[in-house]
């Protein structure tokens, strides 16, 4: 493999380009007019303006995207995360086309992209899911039916929704009357299909995934778990692993039913299998994403790994390049998603950084989409960077994060970081004693 074209931008763009030079292959950016003086347009070997600003006109553009491949001749897509990452129909155009997608089978992201077929595909498998109804619903009378037999309160989810988007809670049944159509509305706004299901809802759980990887010989490992339980509006904010709540009984066997999930639909490629985790460490299937994860560098501090790396060897159809006895997990690491927001309203805060000041010291890993004199437009998710600590032990890690963003320095746009110095002055948090509702309960009103 020699060129890649990155179908993204901002720090997952830059984050692929790193491993790619380090690998000696070439790069192609494509960018929005918003975003041409951004570093990761500069970083690539060449740069191809998409289209104007709105996704809709640039980076959702599968079919001026595939052009600029094909004009460029570059071997392979890598779609990052988010964008046409998980959209099926590009994947396959992509392969029809003689390019290389850097992704799992196209078939595989339509199927675990439903999540009402993904749901039965696990079942068979044997990997416990989430009480709820087997099958999409019809009326609103079927979905009283159903949350009535579960009992409340209940999830009521979109088929194709995913990243928190799509997904309502129903403490009673009037709650539940007044989202259904709502909710089916959206759905069809977001994904393109109006069907909706519900599951039970699981109080004071934890939001546990596996990192998996599996190669085209139908070799399948896993690389640990993260623990995302820190969340806002069902959104990731922080993330960290080893998880503090499981138990290693519980761990393992996590582990063994992620490789037998994988193996169900016969991964290959980067993936993540997202469980929910009752306070007694019941644990059931949430959904799998197909794709590179967001935090994936937490798993890559803990192991050693660049998991952009093995993307690409996998792809270019070689094996995976450790066994599961050889990869080993070591230490704490913990990530902290930094917006461009304000730390009290949570609204997005675009403008231009005209300060950006932060200490790399050993332990610490910034991976940033801007830089100083750099400006967050509206046109995107407003994350400016991800903060990574690592340290042998999660007090020496979550130390190194408090020190980090005492001593930040921003200025020109608001952020988040005021909200993570009070969730890392939290005795709970500290202690590692914390749900999906930590944030809600214990800091934000």
């Keep these: 493999m020699q060129k890649i074209l990155i179908a993204n931008r901002g720090e997952i763009a830059l984050r692929i380009i790193r ?26 070997t060449n740069a191809v303006c998409v289209g104007e600003p709105p996704v809709n006109k640039s980076y959702l553009q599968s079919d001026k995207i595939l052009e600029i491949a094909k004009s460029e001749r570059v071997d392979a897509i890598h779609p990052g995360y988010g964008f046409l990452s998980e959209n099926a129909a590009f994947a396959k155009k992509v392969i029809n086309e003689g390019i290389i997608f850097i992704g799992p089978k196209p078939e ?103 990192q998996v990887f599996g190669d085209h010989t139908g070799n399948i490992v896993h690389l640990f778990e993260r623990d995302c339980s820190i969340q806002r509006r069902h959104q990731k904010v922080i993330e960290e692993s080893p998880s503090p709540f499981l138990s290693e009984k519980v761990r393992q066997k996590m582990f063994e039913t992620a490789v037998k999930a994988a193996h169900a639909v016969e991964y290959s490629n980067a993936g993540t299998i997202e469980f929910i985790v009752d306070e007694n460490e019941n644990f059931y299937f949430l959904e799998m994403n197909t794709r ?47 917006y461009a927001e304000d730390p009290v309203r949570f609204l997005p805060s675009p403008g231009k950084i005209t300060t950006l000041n ?56 608001k952020t988040n970081a005021p909200l993570f110095l009070n969730v890392l002055a939290n005795d709970d948090f500290q202690n590692g004693e914390y749900t999906t509702n930590f944030l809600t309960k214990k800091l934000v009103k």
Aim: glycine letters at 10%.
């Design 19 to 44: 491993t790619c030079h380090e690998m000696g292959i070439e790069t192609i950016a494509i960018y929005s007019e918003a975003d041409k003086e951004m570093p990761f347009v500069k970083a690539a």
């Design 108 to 210: 595989t992201i339509e199927l675990m992209g439903d999540k009402i077929v993904s749901r039965q595909t696990m079942e068979k498998a044997g990997v416990p899911v989430v009480p709820g109804s087997g099958d999409g619903l019809k009326t609103i009378e079927e979905a009283m039916v159903h949350a009535e037999s579960i009992g409340y309160p209940v999830m009521l989810k979109a088929s194709g929704g995913g990243g928190g988007i799509g997904m309502v809670l129903c403490e009673t049944e009037q709650a539940l009357v007044n989202s259904y159509e709502s909710t089916k509305s959206r759905a069809m706004a977001y994904f393109g299909s109006d069907e909706v299901f519900i599951e039970k809802y699981i109080a004071d759980s934890r939001h546990v995934e596996v």
């Design 292 to 338: 590179l994860q967001v935090e994936h560098p937490v798993t890559e501090m803990i192991a050693g790994l660049d998991l952009v790396k093995w993307q690409i060897l996998v792809a270019q159809g070689e094996k995976l390049p450790l066994s599961q006895s050889e990869i080993v997990s070591s230490g704490n690491a913990i990530e902290f998603r930094l």
């Design 358 to 413: 932060w200490s790399q010291k050993e332990g610490v890993r910034i991976d940033s989409g801007y830089e100083e004199g750099g400006t967050v437009t509206p046109f995107y998710d407003p994350m400016i960077a991800k903060c990574i600590f690592y340290g042998q032990t999660r007090k020496e890690t979550l130390m190194a994060a408090e020190n980090f963003f005492k001593e930040i320095k921003i200025e020109g746009i």
